[in-house]
């Protein structure tokens, strides 16, 4: 980041001129049409989201839309509500009764449909279980499933009696679950034997056991296993008194739980999220703002309709599966499909096998997914019918111009609207984004904030940037989704949100430039910045521009120390099926990217790399490349999907060197 003597904004180097404006019979169609609803939300935020609200079923109505005692808000206050009895009770009375709310594909290749019935009476039968396991309502609970329907039972199952659960992502190790389950001080830990995994078993259960050998998760008292993976139960270890199995504890649970009536303050879930250093940060969501915000922007965004089969392909141990995997498209009514496995297990039109046979209609998937299909090449979407897709989504990292732009062309047949949805999960919910009814869409663009979100970007005194410049992304009021602190350490909330801007607003940690149309373009976390001969450039445009080649998949930038610059730009690029990865073509990408951005935007190295090091949610580790690049050794590598990536990219950058 900037230091306030130097330069103080982050330029904005790269310019994209295309547009593309509604199709007129989609907008006809459209959820939202009416180009109305921002300056309605605008003029007063707090009735468009009670309006949302109220189209839920509440327990008791609220006595106050919002309180606000910075940096802490309350929504919908003195209200009371249940998020199970919203995401199928509520259903149960209408058409959607014997809907889909489910349709599950193992990777295997097993299947498993659970209308909206059957997952109320699997979640009415789980939240018997919890309860005869002494599970009250305020208890935490940890979740570590793979994704199979299981998930999102005990997610509303924990709902339905009021415990806030805590789900840790299955790839996680058990260190990583233990510290978990110690913060949040969880009584049940729920698992699975194993999940499928490219053809091999996840060890689920020898990972909850090694987090809590020895007794070094005190608070637990119950292990529950469900049996994904084996035929024969006598293969899984069970400790007598505290593991039981899944299916057994069914037997004399009760079958019907009555939903909880909750405050809608009360907490819903901690979703652990692990900053680049440091111990990871339980972020807390509350009920109803949480559910009120989740369910207006699945039906405005995706424009999800009763008809659809909704595609989310993360996974229920991020926030984008809790929030567009569960609580946002069951409170909606979807049907929504839930794949286990690898995109390319057994072969890499796996995703595109699934669209087809399952006839999906709304696509929502990450930036580093569509760069890896664009690096295997069209073959595999080809060979594939994806003429239902109507919608496509993206989320968690910047998308490069070129990846929309393919992602447009080879997965939506060039006519389905393409989402670049920004949020995070502090925001619980989707913040800026198109509403593709309305908002004509540019490459890269998150474009405007969603009605009721007052986003903008200021400067390092905070004061906001005028059109065309780059700065900080803010957020001036507070909104239903917001994480209300950290779980256990409300100080800590202060200081990494508000402490920036003196409480004034809250801060996301990402930079972001907005141009003459009022539109947003992320660019990326601002630690990542690079101050090269006094300019802040911003890594996100750089490997955009590297993108943009027709032969690259995919780039990720970083400053190195440089004795006259400052920082000198160090690139490592993946590129296509095919391409070769030599010295003139090193060169030729120098000179790309010099044309697209202009000279101060050179790189001085590029290293070529099969594999970029990322986080298990898929977000490239830049600090790691930076240690790389300056001959340091190598930071904290525990949240890493592959360790192996950086360690062999450090020796081919040494040996580079030499
Ligand atoms: O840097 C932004 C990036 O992901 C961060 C939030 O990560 P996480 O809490 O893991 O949540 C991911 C799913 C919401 C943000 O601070 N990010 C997420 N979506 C976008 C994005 N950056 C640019 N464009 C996006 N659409």
Redesign the pocket.
Known sequence: MASPTESTAIEALLHEERVFPPDPAFTRNANVNDPGVYERAQSDPEAFWADWARQLDWIKPWDTVCTWDPPHAQWFVGGQINVSANCLDRHLKTARRNKAAIIFEGEPGDTRVLTYHDLWREVNRFAGVLKNLGVNKGDRVTIYLPMIPEAAVAMLACTRIGAPHSVVFGGFSADSLRERINDSQSKVLITSDGGFRRGNVVPLKAACDAALDGGACPSIESVIVFNRTTTDESQTPMQAGRDHWWHRLLEDAPRLVEPEPMDSEDPLYILY?SGSTGKPKGILHTTGGYLTQVHATTKCVFDLKDEDVYWCTADVG???GHSYVVYGPLAAGATVLMYEGAPDFPARDRFWALVEKYGVTILYTAPTAIRAFMKWGTEHPDKHDMTSLRLLG??????NPEAWMWYHEHIGGGRCPVV???????TGAIMITPLPGLVATKPGS?TRPFPGIEADVVDEQGNSVPPGGGGFLVLRRPWPSMLRTLWGDDARYRQVYWSRFDGRFYF???GAKRDEDGYFW?L??VDDVMLVAGHNISTMEVESALVDHPSVAEAAVIGRTHEIKGQAIAAFVTVKDGTGATPEFAAELKEHVSKKLGAICRPDDILFSAELPKTR?G?IMRRLLRDIAEGRALGDTTTLADPNVVSSLKDRYESQEG
């Open positions: 999220t991020w926030v984008t993206s989320v968690g990292e910047p998308i670049d949805t920004w949020w995070q999960t502090e998150a996301a940690g990402d992320l990326g976390r949610s977000k």
